[in-house]
């Protein structure tokens, strides 16, 4: 069992930058691949970018490659997801989610535990 609490979301200017953590309970964190989702009102989830058990893996949507960097610290049994050069389009809730796998999935379904969000709002 694993339980995921986001953090770091908020309100920022487009061409601005954010980090959201995502703090994990338990002592198996390192036996999951992590991923991060969004949502944007009236739309399907959809995700963002998810990294491997050791880290070594990472794969990125287009929509976010070169903006956006996953990775986490399984001392501190949390994942991080810093985004630069943020755009209006980014305005979403953004979702953790854990699967027991090594590698991540492209997939909502695929995951077993998600967190409970956190809204990131790009202005322009």
């Known amino acids: 069992q694993v339980q995921l609490v986001e953090s770091g979301g908020g309100l920022v200017q487009a061409g601005g930058s954010l980090r959201l953590s995502c703090a994990a309970s338990?002592?198996?964190?390192?036996?999951?691949?992590l991923a991060w989702f969004r949502q944007a009102p009236g739309k399907e989830r959809e995700f963002v970018t998810g990294?491997?058990?050791?880290?070594?893996?990472?794969v990125y949507a287009d929509s976010v490659k070169g903006r956006f960097t996953i990775s986490r610290d399984n001392v501190k049994n949390t994942v991080y997801l810093q985004m630069t050069s943020l755009k209006p389009e980014d305005t979403a809730v953004y979702y953790c989610?854990?699967?027991?796998?090594?590698?991540?999935?492209?997939?909502?379904?695929?995951?077993?535990?998600w967190g409970q969000g956190t809204q990131v709002t790009v202005s322009s």
């Open positions: 338990g002592r198996t964190f390192s036996s999951y691949a």
């Open positions: 989610a854990a699967r027991p796998y090594v590698n991540p999935t492209v997939m909502h379904a695929g995951y077993d535990y």
């Open positions: 990294i491997s058990r050791s880290g070594g893996n990472t």
